[in-house]
């Protein structure tokens, strides 16, 4: 088996940590949706879940075709130390990826409060996602591989997409979770003024 390059093994790096993202943010989706009772943002997590498992898939044949194994997390070293040590930690992370549902469902008190909770962390997520793609992109670019900067960048602007959703779709759930947990005596509201209009003054001669 021939030897991988400097740039591959780099692109490699970066591509399983990328899978590794993908991975988790699968199975907090799957978590979250269970949780999520508001329609346009459940359809929308359901429609992002399908993007997120295609993410997984398209990463994982790019790091196939670059001559790499797919893993959560990608631990460089020397034989055969990186090997135990990528196994010990790639089942660390996902035995911590399967536990973050059960405490999720844990999440806030009341049932807008957990919705809000699981945006924000949805939002952060996105946000290490792009962050990732952004890197890989760049790599790509410089490496002149073309294949790999046009995935990362295909996928980078979804990630963006779900993230513009989720800026818009906190403060309403904020919103909904006052609402529901605040007393309405302590959410004034902007009404208009009922204060009398001034009569028009009379220019004097």
């Known amino acids: 088996m021939a030897e991988l390059s400097a740039g591959s093994t780099k692109l490699i790096q970066y591509l399983n940590e990328a899978y590794g993202l993908e991975k988790r943010l699968e199975t907090a989706l799957h978590a979250h949706l269970a949780m999520t009772t508001k329609a346009s943002y459940k359809k929308r997590l359901k429609e992002h879940?399908?993007?997120?498992?295609?993410?997984?898939?398209?990463v994982k044949q790019r790091i196939k075709a670059l001559g790499g194994t797919a893993e959560t997390v990608s631990a460089p070293g020397p034989e055969p130390i990186a090997d135990a040590a990528q196994a010990v930690l790639s089942g660390a992370q996902k035995a911590v990826a399967f536990a973050q549902g059960p405490l999720h469902a844990l999440r806030g008190t009341g049932e807008q409060e957990k919705q809000l909770k699981n945006a924000k962390t949805e939002y952060t997520s996105e946000s290490e996602e792009i962050a990732t793609y952004t890197a890989i992109e760049t790599l790509a670019e410089t490496l002149g591989d073309k294949d790999t900067q046009r995935l990362a960048r295909i996928i980078r602007r979804e990630e963006e997409r779900m993230r513009a959703f989720l800026e818009k779709e906190i403060p309403r759930?904020?919103?909904?979770?006052?609402?529901?947990?605040?007393?309405?005596?302590?959410?004034?509201?902007?009404?208009?003024k009922t204060t009398s209009r001034q009569k028009p003054r009379r220019n004097r001669q």
């Not at 399908?50 to 398209?58: A, D, F, I, L």
């Not at 759930?173 to 009404?191: D, I």
């Open 49 to 58: 879940l399908s993007e997120t498992k295609r993410h997984g898939r398209e």
């Open 173 to 192: 759930l904020t919103k909904a979770a006052a609402k529901e947990e605040v007393p309405a005596s302590e959410r004034p509201t902007t009404r208009a």
